[in-house]
């Protein structure tokens, strides 16, 4: 699904000094109107808050339990991490804690935490439209995604992440340390902005490029975060977070319980329960257990193995780094969800922000069209997660036939486009450098 374009022939050149011809068409000039697309943002995102209160407890759940953090550390000076282990990154604490300040009930709370969620989305998106050179087509692309995955990003931190994975892609093209210290404060909420910073680590030509770009910016940001929660006496509880996950199974719709999802339809043995400690739905048994735990060790070197394609194609191309560092990204978050034994719906939102970011950002033409078929991919991989969740989410767990088919498909696109994106950094990186290329985007290899 993902295409490295190939080199362009050599006869082929483009007149700078010839300006584009005029279009008349007037869908077209409508489609880049700033306030046609302002008002599909207020529209789109109208819907999906409708969805979510109309799905009620479904979508809002987590944020229940937000609530019920942010009421106690706020009325008591109870506080996770602080206090207690939590299974989120301590700078989770500003997202949970800050809707508490406006409001003492649960339900202004709600409020308070999905007019956050759409402010920092339209705050990205202002961003990725004013800082690339076709945002306006990326705007688009990101709000027909959002509307495929459905209101779920809304009522979980994942919808906090999101934007901060969009705004440092974008800002990755000419301010990687900036980037990096976006994305390091995103890490702090959740792990998957982190790899936006493997990523273009990955890319640094030199130790002192690597230590001021990367190092020195995302080592500032964690001391605030950790100095910050130690003096808020966490103690070790600053690093909780990196042991709280050990003892969880396989969970019902990760890709790798696929198979034990499937083996329901004739093996009575395999049985999904409800998990009241963690609130989450697992896949029970031994040989679960078993794929859970080999999971924890893949996980780590499939980031690992990225981040060396990664290395090998930035020293091959220089030129194309920028879009080396997205799709490495895109490959990172993918499989930050392939190798995972949590597979939390909300996780697809992390997809969204490197395709987004690529359509707006690539030179039009090969570079830019290679970006296509995995973003018709992801609108399919986005629209199949809202029907498990929360559309059918109670026949899956059920064993319906038809849904478990389509959550097997999602799993199955979901490494489909792991492996793609795989296989074209193998393929840019084997490519003689010396051959020609597409141009790269400006200042692309001299920023990220």
Known sequence: ??????????????????????????????????????????????????EAITWQNTIFGDVTLYEWWARHGLANGDWPVLDYAWVYPAGALVP????????????GYEIAWTAMIVLLDAVATVVLVRMTPRGVLGAWWWLLFLLALGPIFLGRLDGVVAPMILVALVVARRHPRVAVAVATAG????????????????????????????????????AVVVGLALAGGAGVRALSVFGEQGSRTLQAESVAATWFSVA????????????????????????????????DWLLILAVLAVAALTWWAARRHPERVYEIVLLSSAAQLVALIVFNKVGSPQFVAW????????????????????????ALGMILVAYATYLVYPVAYGPFLGGETWIVVVEALRNLALVVLLAGAVWQLVRLGRRDPGARVAAPSPGGARSA
Request: no cysteine; charged share 20%; glycine share 6%.
């Open 1 to 50: 699904m993902w295409r490295v374009p190939a080199d362009p022939p050599a006869d082929v050149t483009a007149d700078a000094a010839t300006p584009p011809p005029r279009t008349t068409d007037r869908g077209g000039r409508l489609l880049a109107s700033p306030w046609l697309l302002a008002l599909a943002f207020v529209v789109v995102h109208a819907r999906l808050v409708h």
């Open 96 to 107: 949970v804690g800050l809707p508490g300040v406006f409001t003492d009930d649960l339900l």
């Open 187 to 222: 890490a702090w909420v959740k792990i998957a902005p982190g790899a936006v910073v493997v990523a273009i680590a990955a890319t640094r030509r030199s130790l002192r490029d690597l230590l001021r770009t990367v190092v020195v910016p995302g080592a500032a940001v964690s």
């Open 264 to 295: 329901r339809w004739w093996d009575p043995g395999v049985r999904i329960e409800y998990n009241d400690e963690i609130f989450t739905f697992e896949i029970l048994g031994d040989a679960a257990r078993a794929v859970a735990n080999t999971l």
């Open 351 to 374: 997809l969204g922000p490197a395709v987004a970011v690529a359509l707006a950002s690539l030179p039009e033409g090969r570079s830019q069209q290679a970006w296509w078929p995995p």
